[in-house]
């Protein structure tokens, strides 16, 4: 979901941007655009696919039942140009994310990075909460979510769906995490 999307975003770009400690008080120019590089590369690669998964599959549960028109976007430009939005809503909070991280490192703060991206963690959990019968109720489309058609966020195939993008994602924030942590 669309509300998800953008703290856990910025959250992914707070954790590169303390796996890169090293490299950030470095302050060395051509080590700060490898890890600009890396990050806007990690939110094109491994946090990107997740929406659009869900907007293919799902489009009104994605953007929350906000809008009509998602189920709709076929022989449409500027309703299809929707993914160009949904692509820089994943890109642009990762690096606004790394650059948050990399502000506190500059400064010395390295627990307000982690105070940061935990306080998107939690923020994430209070918008499921908030947003949990949407969440866990779902309906594809925004007609079966007006017609009250509603399946189980539990039930095959959207919690199969949900195990591999949760995995795709959170694996590849660990690995890169690790592989940053190694560089100097």
Known sequence: ???MDVPIAVMAGLVLSEAGQKMIESKDREKTTFMRIVILMYAALFITPTPFYYLLGWPAWE???LWKWVDHIHDHPL???FS???FALAVIPTYLGFELGRFFILKGKYRW???CYIAMLVLVGIII???R???FNIASTYERYEAREFYSFWSHPFVTGWAITSLYF???LVIFYRWLRKKK
């Open 129 to 131: 909460f908030l947003l």
């Open 170 to 172: 959170w694996g590849s």
């Open 79 to 81: 309703r299809a140009a």
């Open 84 to 86: 160009y939005a949904l």
């Open 113 to 115: 990075v982690r105070i």
């Open 1 to 3: 979901m669309l509300a």
């Open 133 to 135: 019968d949407i969440t």
């Open 63 to 65: 953007v929350n039942f």
